[in-house]
Nanobody
Framework: EVQLQASGGGLVQAGGSLRLSCVAS????????IAWFRQAPGKEREGVAL????????LYSDSVIGRFTISMDLAKNMVWLQMNSLKPEDTAVYYC???????????????????WGQGTQVTVSS
């Protein structure tokens, strides 16, 4: 059974930090792309960051570059998203997703992801 479990969300003041975790099982984690997407109320789902587990290469959206860092641990089948300098506009439900083939952060790539976690709420107060 495939599982993607996201956790670590919460309420934080602007300028603060949170670390999201995603633990995966049931698919070849070491040959996949793991991404974080977010969706705010009334807005489309947006790609935030991804990492390719075979080589650790990371990609970020322009809106988070320099503030968010994605990392992984192959031994634990885990991916983290360290979020610093949080802004109210970062408020959203954050999802981790896994692709065994094509991947990307643009909206057109959402359909390429094979598995999705349940989401974790991040709220940044001003």
């Amino acid at each position: 059974e495939v599982q993607l479990q996201a956790s670590g969300g919460g309420l934080v003041q602007a300028g603060g930090s949170l670390r999201l975790s995603c633990v995966a099982s049931g698919f070849p984690f070491d040959d996949s792309a793991i991404a974080w997407f977010r969706q705010a109320p009334g807005k489309e789902r947006e790609g935030v960051a991804l990492i390719t587990t075979s080589d650790g290469v990371a990609l970020y959206s322009d809106s988070v570059i320099g503030r968010f860092t994605i990392s992984m641990d192959l031994a634990k089948n885990m991916v983290w998203l360290q979020m610093n300098s949080l802004k109210p506009e970062d408020t959203a439900v954050y999802y981790c997703a896994a692709s065994l083939g094509l991947y990307g952060l643009e909206s057109g790539a959402i359909g390429e992801y094979d598995y999705w976690g349940q989401g974790t709420q991040v709220t940044v107060s001003s």
